[in-house]
Nanobody, 125 residues
Framework: QLQLVESGGGSVQTGGSLRLSCEPS????????LAWFRQVPGKEREGVAA???????YYADSVNGRFTISKDHSTAILRLQMNSLQPEDTAMYYC???????????????????WGQGTQVTVSS
């Protein structure tokens, strides 16, 4: 059973930056599609960014150009660099994984098998 542990959330002001990390309990980069999702109370979980085993990336329109998903190969940790944060980015952020070459569409919540517990991001104006 793969476990995912997120960290790096916190509170920042508008325009600030945060870097989220997701540490898997086993090596996942070569066989798993990895993604970040976010959710606010009362709303559906939405995809933010995804990365395929070969490195191809996908972003939600709302974060494209501000967020960057990456794999830290030296530590086998998944990262999400978030810049120019806005109050609407406030949410619980979740790391997700599925053993697949790709997920189509990339932000299909039901397609992902493993989920972390989440890390809270709060952006104040």
């Amino acid at each position: 059973q793969l476990q995912l542990v997120e960290s790096g959330g916190g509170s920042v002001q508008t325009g600030g930056s945060l870097r989220l990390s997701c540490e898997p309990s086993a090596y996942t980069f070569s066989r798993y599609t990895l993604a970040w999702f976010r959710q606010v109370p009362g709303k559906e979980r939405e995809g933010v960014a995804a990365i395929l085993p070969r490195g191809e990336t996908y972003y939600a329109d709302s974060v494209n150009g501000r967020f960057t998903i990456s794999k830290d190969h030296s530590t086998a940790i998944l990262r999400l660099q978030m810049n120019s944060l806005q109050p609407e980015d406030t949410a619980m952020y979740y790391c997700a994984a599925v053993r697949a070459e790709r997920v189509d569409p990339p932000f299909s919540v039901s397609a992902y098998t493993y989920w972390g517990q989440g890390t809270q991001v709060t952006v104040s104006s």
